[in-house]
């Protein structure tokens, strides 16, 4: 809390230095003035940065760039910034946004199992409709596991095409 309290501080006690009876000298109050706008500024420059995190991360929730979100929401809470509610804001949004990413990695994960289980039975068509599916998956930002149902799909779909170029051969016979 005393980090987040720093630019409110800061703002008091220019105010306080700058209602000391007896300074006159006008570079010593020039300087606590222009102190006192530098920490306003930073103050208002930080809660301004605060609110475009939030808003971005937002901006990519749309997008079901759950990912992006997370890494916006995140870079608003690393700021110094002194508005309470701002911050539960981007603790709210950044805890269900990690959720959202963590539900459809878990889905497109499910979706790949499923896609295996299939296999093992050699159903090919199924399991290929399975790994669509986990690539379809919106948000998942995951490069391995999106790796994984690429190189499953493929190999399902070659299966696929064995089973069937094996079916047509025996047709033929």
């Known amino acids: 809390m005393r980090a987040q309290q720093r630019w409110r501080a800061a703002i008091e006690c220019y105010d306080r230095a700058l209602k000391v009876p007896g300074i006159d000298d006008r570079k010593v ?19 301004a940065q605060a609110g475009e995190h939030l808003n971005e991360g937002r901006s990519a929730e749309k997008q079901s760039a759950w990912m992006e979100a997370v890494r916006h929401y995140t870079g ?11 911050r539960e804001e981007l603790k709210d949004a950044q805890v269900k946004a990690t959720q959202k990413l963590d539900d459809a ?3 497109a994960r499910r979706l790949l199992d499923a896609g295996d289980s299939e296999t093992l039975q050699q159903h090919w068509t199924a399991a ?24 499953a799909k493929q190999l ?8 069937k170029a094996q079916q047509l051969s025996c047709e033929r016979k």
Request: aromatic fraction near 4%; include cysteine; charge should be negative.
């Open 105 to 107: 990695r878990a889905e």
């Open 29 to 47: 109050k020039d300087g606590l003035e222009a102190g006192k706008q530098l920490a306003e500024g930073e103050r208002d420059r930080l809660l």
């Open 156 to 163: 399902a779909e070659q299966q696929r095409d064995v089973a």
């Open 128 to 151: 290929i409709e399975c790994y669509d599916s986990g690539l379809a998956v919106a948000g998942v930002d995951d490069p391995e596991l999106t790796a994984e149902l690429d190189a």
């Open 76 to 86: 608003g809470l690393e700021l110094r910034f002194e508005d309470k509610d701002l």
